[in-house]
């Protein structure tokens, strides 16, 4: 037996919640965890744009700090 007929045979006994660790790890092994997907993308664009511009809002805090902004507007 092939270790690709291994691993599907494995892959078949694996069940859905274990599923998304082996789905990472394929991921990035075959270098797919690094393509942006289509709102990432747009994500990074207007950001870029933003810089640009000058518009938008910096912030500098810490991440509680930002969530604790967010829970005030």
């Known amino acids: 037996m092939s270790n690709r007929e291994k691993a599907v045979q494995l892959l078949n006994v694996i069940d859905d919640e274990k ?3 082996v789905v990472g790890i394929l991921e990035n092994l075959t270098g797919f965890a690094d393509i942006p997907n289509k ?3 747009e994500a990074i ?3 870029d744009e933003m810089i640009q ?3 938008g809002q910096r912030f ?3 991440t ?3 969530f ?3 829970l005030e507007e």
Do not use: Q
Request: hydrophobic letters at 25%; glycine letters at 14%.
């Open 68 to 70: 604790h902004m967010l």
């Open 39 to 41: 709102e990432t993308e």
């Open 45 to 47: 664009k207007e950001g």
């Open 19 to 21: 599923m998304v660790y």
């Open 64 to 66: 509680e700090d930002f």
């Open 53 to 55: 511009n000058g518009t």
């Open 60 to 62: 500098t805090g810490s």
